[in-house]
Nanobody, 115 residues
Framework: QVQLGESGGGLVQAGGSLRLSCARF????????MAWYRQAPGKQRELVAR????????NYADSVKGRFTISRDNAQNTLYLQMSSLKPEDTAVYYC????????WGQGTQVTVSS
């Protein structure tokens, strides 16, 4: 079953893993760069990871480097974020969008990491 928008969030203990999926974009291949963003309560939205269509070059925020992996399946128009070794400070609503982002944002998916 195809889930539109962002999905895969949940409640997990510190050190656990989650895999987020994004199927918001009907023609994801048309965007040069796709990204995951997150917004924690009381904080500004920040870019977590980005991936380029050509060659699959990736970049990560320092806070998640080595723990998160972004990937994309252009044939399925799906963007993924594999998150491991989660920390309480990773708690946020996670969104997918292009980079730079389009004006419209989806509902996001809530990730809560308990200590």
């Amino acid at each position: 079953q195809v889930q539109l928008g962002e999905s895969g969030g949940g409640l997990v203990q510190a050190g656990g893993s989650l895999r987020l999926s994004c199927a918001r974009f009907a023609r994801m291949y048309a965007y040069n760069t796709m990204a995951w963003y997150r917004q924690a309560p009381g904080k500004q939205r920040e870019l977590v990871a980005r991936i380029a269509t050509r060659y699959g070059i990736t970049n990560y925020a320092d806070s998640v480097k080595g723990r998160f992996t972004i990937s994309r399946d252009n044939a399925q128009n799906t963007l993924y974020l594999q998150m491991s070794s989660l920390k309480p400070e990773d708690t946020a609503v996670y969104y997918c969008n292009s980079d730079p982002p389009l004006p419209h944002w989806g509902q996001g998916t809530q990730v809560t990491v308990s200590s």
